[in-house]
């Protein structure tokens, strides 16, 4: 596979940490299949020759189960070049706060999961930026290893995303000293740097959430100043002006359903494209998860070289 | 499917987002106003133009939905939590001013928002009035969006956690007990708002004590209503209903979730599984077979080799494996379900199993 490094390899030293380090969120409506474009975003990087870091947000693994994998906190090799890791909010709020605790020793017995889960629920963007801070540590730091060049985030849907990229700006806000203001302010840059957050918006070719990816859209442009890359997943390959079927044809059904998601397909990408851009990925109708990834991978791949 | 209808007081739609759970909740309410039930089908954030169809656009209050005719009488509510949520705390607060300080504090204004646990709450909160209020033969509750089944059940635990009282004294430097054990946990909590204040600066943590003493006064409240939400759910005259799609992933989520509820004492009545079939695909081999042959007759060759495509890929979804022996085919309305005679086929065909 050919090497097209994307990332520029001297921009994120500037934050003090390891540098070409890049930061790919996926995100959008539930149900859009967002987790298995991730999955498929972080094979595409890897064939290009990175090494990757698939990380999953929640307190459940969606790949551990799918991919037979026993994925937690640290990560597990899925793939050559790709490690599957689940971050949840309370670990990584405990590694945080510990970090800075005068007595490490105490740590277990101070921050329990009554604690952190108090702390969680009390002070969500304290655990957002929790989640933030462990992503960009190895950019901010040089202590901080992390030995991969790509993240792929399957990151929170829509609204829960909108509020951990809010989190920083919120917290720079609240808090006017320490270091939680200064990895703020920092994480706020970097979250809006295109040399190292990419963003990238899954739909599908229905009503709603082409109209929840539009609203996204916006915020994020609003929020960070990048426009995510669109993709419109699950489209079927149909043919141009398919006529319609008699009543009596036994094809009526079919044809009828095949029209209507002909018009469906085209309306959706049509006010998608008004945003920018659209990667089209086809419907796969094979069970088999693998071949599923592959052939979504070979899409990124292939939709990367339209201009 | 009647008996669960008939049996009950209160339905309880759970499963992960993106199964149809909405719909599916309002299809049982319909199936229930068929019967002749006055049922109320509570949802959160639904689909526009469900909510259009419902007639509960911008409206907080249970609504008689328009255009119906059944034996008995079909209502709907949306759930909206930051309303329902500043009404519970001006009920429950001991004076305005106690409540005008939460509502003050920084925190309040992320919490009634994002914090995890507060729409199940509400919800919840919401669920129980109207189960008591007596209007209601039945009410039907659609849990909010959540990526897993199993965080609607989890909700409450991590909203206790907030107004666990020995968290809420801890936070306000009020002591827990006596003796060393106490000093020691005082020292810690010292040293972690020591922390956070050097992590954050004084501000911020200044708005977390204040947080915490303005929930002092209410926190009893919501414990006592986590409470009594749960004796609800655990009442044999609530049943659980779990709504799945037919994918892989979701039908081991779905089983993981029906042995966790099983366990927890909660009464699983009913598993749909929604397959989602497209109308066309319904018919048998020989039908199919038909249908390649009027194609390939007028020369539309892509088109079946498409329909050759999607054939075979419903058909192997059609054998994958699941322990759960009680399918419902329920066909594919157009893109989303709109209207209430959309909904009412659906009632039909969750009937007529």
Sequence with gaps: MQATSTAAPDQSSRYGGQRGHRIVFVTGKGGVGKSVVAAATALQFARRGHNVLLAEMGSRSFYGPLLGLPVDIEPVAWQQNIGIARWDVESTLREYISHYLPIKGLTDRLLGNTMMKALVAAAPSLSELAMLGKLTAPMRHTWYKRDVDVVVVDAYATGQFMAMLRAPRGMAQTASSGPMYKHSSIMAKMLADPQVCEYRLVTLAEEMPVTEACEMAQQLQAEVGISPRLYCNRLLELPANIPAADRHDPAHDFVTQMRRIDRLQMTSLSRLEELGPVQRLPMVTRLDTTYLLEQLADALEAGEGAP | ?353
Aim: charged share 20%.
């Design chain 2, 1 to 353: 499917m009647k008996a669960l209808l008939e049996n009950h007081r209160v339905i309880v739609c759970t499963g992960s987002g993106g199964v149809g759970k909405t719909t599916t909740s309002a299809a049982l309410g319909i199936a229930a106003a068929k019967m002749g039930q006055r049922v109320l089908v509570l949802t959160i954030d639904p689909a526009r133009r469900l909510a259009t169809s419902l007639g509960i656009e911008n409206c907080s209050d249970d609504v008689r939905v328009p255009g119906q005719n059944f034996a008995g009488e079909l209502y709907a509510g949306m759930i909206d939590p930051t309303s329902i949520f500043v009404d519970y705390i001006e009920r429950h607060s001991q004076d305005r001013a106690a409540a005008q300080r939460l509502f003050d504090s920084v925190l309040y204004q992320q919490l009634s928002t994002t914090l995890s646990g507060s729409q199940e709450f509400t919800s919840l909160a919401r669920l129980h009035e109207a189960a008591s209020s007596g209007d209601y033969d039945l009410v039907i509750l659609d849990t909010p969006p959540a990526a897993h089944a199993v965080d609607f059940l989890l909700a409450p635990e991590k909203l206790n956690a907030v107004f666990d009282s020995t968290i809420v004294s801890l936070f306000m430097g009020r002591s827990s007990g006596f003796g060393l054990a106490a000093t020691a946990w005082k020292q810690g909590m010292k040293m972690i708002l020591g922390t956070l204040t050097f992590l954050t600066g004084s501000e911020f943590v200044r708005n977390f004590t204040d947080f915490f003493a303005a929930i002092d006064a209410i926190a009893p409240q919501i414990r006592q209503t986590n409470l009594q939400a749960q004796q609800l759910l655990l009442d044999p005259t609530t049943a659980f209903v779990l709504i799945s799609s037919f994918d892989a992933a979701k039908i081991q989520e779905g089983e993981a979730f029906h042995d966790q509820l099983s366990e927890a004492g909660y009464h699983l009545r009913k598993v749909i599984v929604n397959r989602a079939w497209p109308q066309w695909s319904q018919g048998g081999e020989q039908q199919q077979a038909k249908v390649q042959e009027s194609l390939l007759a007028g020369k539309q060759h892509q088109l079946a080799a498409c329909h050759a495509q999607l054939q075979a890929y419903y058909s192997a979804r059609r054998a994958l494996h699941t322990r759960f022996n009680d399918l419902i085919d329920i066909p594919e309305m157009d893109g989303e379900m709109i209207g209430l005679p959309a909904l009412e086929r659906l009632a039909r065909v969750l009937l007529a199993e």
